[in-house]
């Protein structure tokens, strides 16, 4: 459980006792429904991580809305956008064992998180994470509902594949940003768990130089 959610469902428990005696019991049922809903949405269930080599897991519950190709920061890269719900679980996970490199916040607005440009547009945290001598990027987005970004680590922060590194509260997405040459396991449409399923797997440094000479590597 995520703290947060103790704190959310404490208020709301005194609110509901507060309510119960000052009117009646029945007006109190709605702040409890609403108690109890807090301590399920920020469950923080345990993960089974995948030791596979090279292996690049989900860095959120959710499922995968788009797999495409863009350009970042002047470079080529594969994006794997994740959409969660209000169902989900908000925990998000490193997606690879490394250094955290880089923590940028931007503010934006509050799109849809459905809405294409919303991995551009919106309030996000960007993550780099650079390991087994790969750079993989990150974004925490806000969404419509999401008004708050948490991140517990810091520059410098050496990180586990699938650890425990942050939340975003209520309905969101993360987008993974992965070098073209990454071998991608997953599919539009697909469901996945944050520190669980994996999204892809780094090829050998032979084969992603051959890649980056000469040919380019589809998402399917």
């Not at 209000?86 to 940028?104: E, K, M, Q, Y």
Request: glycine share 10%; with cysteine.
């Amino acid at each position: 459980m995520v703290r947060d959610g103790y704190y959310y469902a404490l208020v709301l428990l005194i609110a509901a006792l507060l309510i119960g005696w000052l009117a009646a019991p029945a007006w109190s049922m709605p702040c409890l429904v609403l108690a109890a809903f807090f301590l399920w949405f920020f469950r923080d269930p345990g993960r089974s991580v995948p030791n596979d080599p090279g292996a690049i897991v989900s860095a959120a519950d959710g499922k995968v809305t788009d797999i495409s190709s863009v350009l970042a920061d002047g470079k080529r890269l594969t994006r794997i956008s994740v959409f969660l719900s209000v169902f989900d679980v908000h925990v998000n996970r490193s997606p690879i064992a490394g250094t955290i490199r880089d923590v940028r916040y931007q503010r934006g607005s509050f799109l849809n998180a459905m809405n294409e440009k919303c991995g551009e547009l919106n309030e996000q945290n960007v993550v780099t994470v650079e390991g087994e001598g790969q750079i993989v990027i990150f974004k925490q987005i806000a969404g419509l509902l999401a008004r708050r970004i948490v991140f517990s680590k810091k520059v410098g922060d050496v990180v586990q594949r699938g650890e425990r590194v942050g939340l975003i509260k209520f309905g969101s997405r993360t987008d993974v940003l992965l070098h073209p040459a990454v071998r991608i396991d997953v599919k539009k449409g697909d469901r996945v768990k944050g520190g669980s399923t994996v999204l892809g797997y780094f090829q050998p440094v032979s084969d992603a130089v051959a890649v980056s000479g000469g040919r380019s590597t589809e998402a399917r």
